[in-house]
């Protein structure tokens, strides 16, 4: 069964310091796999998926992230980290071609000045 | 298009009522699910919806729980019974599927959280 694990409940960074937020899946099967952001009191926002087409894929906001099939990760990277980045990250995989997704527990950034 | 509606945004209620979530998908979008999220999880995966049809629902929707879909645009999700662990955030979501297409791209609204006292 397809499932993501995420390394670290909490990064903090310092403003300009780049940002790394590590994803490992479990899938049987080639995986469509995602990062979404969510902001204190809104809803889920797609960052950026992965669907095949290419291994390295940019998002909005800057974000981008690699997939790695021999380490079985997709980790989402950002260069240069700004205030307005601080948020939950998650990612996710789909559970099977076209149904639900699951979804890691969530990285929470945060970022100083 | 306004995208993914969730009413009422926040319930607070005792232990023991009954309470009902709404949420409207985007209009051109065929299928419809719930998740619900606690404090520090990611959000787990509670049932969804192709058109009207309840095509899967987890394990953690007990019999407490119901959605509907009726004519396979708005959805309502139902909680009897309430208990003070069915305190979280519910998302709904909706999607455009495809018989070929594979990556589903979940809008997410922003979510009705429950507060079981």
Redesign the interface.
């Known amino acids: 069964a397809q499932s993501v694990t995420q390394l670290g409940s909490h990064v903090s960074v310092s403003e300009g310091a780049l940002v790394l937020l590590r994803c490992n899946y479990s899938s049987s099967v080639p995986p469509y796999l995602f990062w979404y952001v969510q902001y204190p009191n809104q809803g889920l926002q797609l960052l950026l998926k992965y669907t095949s087409a290419a291994t390295l894929v940019k998002g909005i906001n800057g974000f981008e992230a690699e997939f790695k099939k021999s380490e079985t990760s997709f980790h989402l990277t950002k260069p240069s980290a700004h205030m307005s980045d601080a948020a939950e990250y998650f990612c996710a995989v789909n559970r099977q071609a076209g149904t639900a997704l699951i979804f890691g527990k969530g990285t929470t950034l945060s970022v100083s000045s | 298009d306004t995208g993914?509606s969730q009413d009422p945004r926040h319930k607070i209620t005792k232990r023991g009522q009954n309470v009902t979530f709404r949420c409207d998908p985007i209009s051109e979008h065929n299928r419809l699910?719930w998740?619900r999220q606690t404090l520090?999880?990611?959000?787990?995966?509670l049932t969804?919806f192709q058109n009207e049809a309840q095509l899967?629902k987890s394990r953690l929707l007990s019999d407490r729980f119901s959605a509907e879909r009726p004519k396979g645009s708005f959805s309502t999700l139902e909680i009897q019974r309430t208990e003070q662990g069915d305190s979280a955030m519910y998302?709904c979501?909706s999607s455009q599927?495809g018989v070929h297409?594979?990556?589903?791209?979940?809008?997410?609204?922003?979510?009705s959280r429950l507060t079981v006292l």
């Open positions: 993914v699910y998740y520090g999880q990611g959000p787990e995966f969804y899967e998302l979501a599927q297409s594979g990556a589903n791209v979940l809008t997410f609204g922003a979510g």
